[in-house]
């Protein structure tokens, strides 16, 4: 009997314990190894990979002015896994790319390492691609915005119909992004069929969230959403759901609102007629507190739309303030 309860003890150990006793979910305890390219689904869209910095932004909507639409684009992502772990399942982070719906993609600096830090704490960590591009006019561009929350969903679907694969504890799912990719989560939680965008349904109508990108149909429960400076296009979609979210934002953001506002503001008066307002990061907060939900909001001094890289592309000291309070709070979670 001594014996067996030694050995229960010891397992219960590793199980908690990474390597040299560090704290797992808490502290840095494995190698980390990733599968790449993984194709989780097709769609039809612009493309799912934009190289550039977010300066660029302006030049490469102006050279792909006349791009056209591409027939079942492969929609891919890359799983960040603690190499060596012997736990069978183990709760899993969805990270999705910024890029105002038309650039960058899954390989994106910041995400690439924060996928990868949380992979070395013992989480499975997914960055996705979604569809990407847009005319410039109002109802493509929020059209863009549905074909990422279609393809975040697809995602989803696909990772929980493989979860005993990629060793996926389907109970403990989260989703979380910068900018664009941030707004994707949000409404990942909070957007159904019953208020998505009314440019979704005019013709050639886009289908309901789940019905594109794979014809899977699992479903799933998002247990916290990390929201790097997003935003809703409604504030009343938060009562859609309860779920605990951490959340950051410039406050003199000039790209995404960090209250109730146009985007890119630096462009005024133009994006009034690109954009509709919506419900920057700070209202979102403000909302929540107000009605009694669980959100730790961080607002960063300054007008940095994205706070956490440099010039650049490259994680700086906000890169690694956002990690800590990433593993703080999904560790209270998990």
């Known amino acids: 009997m001594k014996r067996i309860i030694v050995c229960l003890c010891l397992i219960i150990s590793l199980t908690t314990f ?11 305890c494995f190698e980390v190894e990733v599968i790449q390219d993984i194709v989780y689904g097709h769609g039809d869209g612009y493309w799912t990979e934009m190289d550039g910095r977010d300066d660029e932004l302006p030049k490469l909507l102006r050279q792909n002015l006349g791009a056209k639409v591409q ?11 603690p190499a060596g772990d012997t736990l069978s399942k183990r709760p899993t982070v969805v990270m999705m ?3 105002a719906f038309f650039m960058h993609s899954k390989k994106e600096t910041c995400i690439r390492e924060w996928c990868r830090e949380l992979a070395a704490r013992g989480y499975v960590a997914v960055s996705i691609n979604y569809r990407l591009g847009f005319h410039l006019n109002k109802t493509d561009i929020e059209r ?32 979380g992004g910068s900018s664009s990719g941030a707004i994707t989560a949000l409404n990942l939680v909070f957007m159904d069929n019953t208020t998505r965008p009314v440019s979704s349904r005019k013709k050639p109508d886009m289908g ?28 009343c979609l938060l009562d859609k759901a309860n779920v605990p979210i951490l959340a950051f934002q410039s406050m003199g953001d000039q790209t995404v609102p960090y209250r109730y506002d146009y985007s890119l503001n630096s462009m005024k008066p133009f994006n009034k007629l690109l954009f509709n307002k919506i419900y920057g990061t700070a209202s979102i907060a403000e909302y929540y507190l107000e009605n009694g939900r669980d959100i730790t909001f961080f607002p960063f001094e300054g007008e940095r ?19 800590d309070k990433m593993t703080d709070f999904l560790l209270r979670l998990v």
Not at 18 to 28: A, C, I, L
Not at 71 to 81: A, F, K
Not at 148 to 174: C, P
Not at 210 to 224: D, M, V
Request: aromatic fraction near 10%; include cysteine; proline fraction near 3%.
């Open 144 to 175: 863009a915005g549905y074909l990422a929350l279609q393809d975040a969903h697809a995602a989803m679907r696909f990772l929980v119909a493989n979860a005993g694969t990629y060793h996926i504890d389907t109970e403990r799912l989260f989703a």
């Open 208 to 235: 309901d969230i789940e019905t594109a990108g794979n014809a899977l149909t699992c479903t799933f429960s998002i247990k916290g959403i990390i929201d790097m400076w997003g935003a809703v296009n409604d504030i």
């Open 71 to 81: 027939s079942s684009l492969p929609l891919t992502l890359d799983i960040y896994q």
């Open 97 to 99: 790319h910024g890029g």
């Open 18 to 28: 990474g390597m040299e006793g560090k704290s797992r979910y808490k502290d840095v």
């Open 305 to 323: 739309h994205s706070p956490q890289k440099d010039a650049e592309g490259n994680p700086n000291e906000n890169f690694y303030f956002i990690l």
